[in-house]
């Protein structure tokens, strides 16, 4: 009786799940589609050296070579492997992309909440992130690489610091309207201390915002860091990133286009997913697209 009993609770579970799947299909299309085509892009850069080959051996007696069955995309200017420095310049753009957004929604959490609960902190804090809203992303990331010197870790911190004041303005937003409901009013009379109201009334209610907004920072930062690497003061040169090939191969368009064609359609794509999966997240997040299904 304990195993049929157990088989009659597991039959709903699964087709409430598969119910769950079917209606996000339904209404957030776009979280499916984004989500997949990013989570496919992560896998293929994670499982890079099982099938792409070598992206840094040079062969001077295969340059711009069209794609054949030894090279898919063909050869670069120094005798590369254009598809292996694509896979693996797609590990480069992602992890910069996906850890500036994380890093620029850390801070910004934390200055947003306590600017937003803070009137002290919010005068002083937030005249700092308008200055630095004031400064184009891309020219604040040249100064800063600048002194510092190129690098991985440096180019995440440059990117990360010129979006970080759009996330903390955000979450100051949705703090300033949740600290005046009334079950924060009545968590407060009834002698919850400061650090509880924050983490378990307060915080929650940014996160929606907070995801959609770190997947503008996100292709935000994917684009930057392809254009600093393209200017030259984003990645080394001896990394592949999509940035540099593009900059490489620009004069060898007419040659070997794949050389440039390639990159290029990985950078689209890429930022085509976290766009579409940032506008499913804010369909999904939204009230008033609630009511409207």
Known sequence: MTLLSARVE?????????????RLARRHPLVL??????????????????????????????RLQQPSGE??????????DVFARTIFGARISLMVGLLSAATAAVAGLLIGVIAGYSRGFDNVVMRVMDGLMSIPTILLAIALISVTGPGIAILIVAIAIPETPAVARLVRSVVLGVRERPYVEAAICGGARLPRVLCRHILPSTIPALMVQGATVCAS?????????FLGVGVP?????????IASSRLYLAIAPMTL?????????????????????????????????
């Open 10 to 22: 597991a039959a709903p579970t699964a087709a409430l799940r598969r119910f769950d799947f079917a």
């Open 237 to 245: 040169p001896d990394i592949p990133s999509w940035g540099n090939m």
């Open 33 to 62: 589609i984004g989500g997949g085509l990013l989570a496919l892009l992560i896998v293929l850069a994670l499982a890079a050296p099982l099938y792409a080959g070598d992206p840094v051996t040079m062969d001077p007696f295969k």
């Open 71 to 80: 090279m898919w995309f063909g050869s670069d200017n120094l005798g590369r």
């Open 261 to 293: 064609f390639a990159p290029g359609i990985c950078l689209a794509v890429t930022v085509f997913a976290v766009n579409l999966l940032g506008d499913g997240l804010r369909d999904m997040f939204d009230p008033r697209s609630k009511r409207r299904r």
């Open 221 to 229: 930062a994917i684009l930057t860091e392809a254009g600093l690497s």
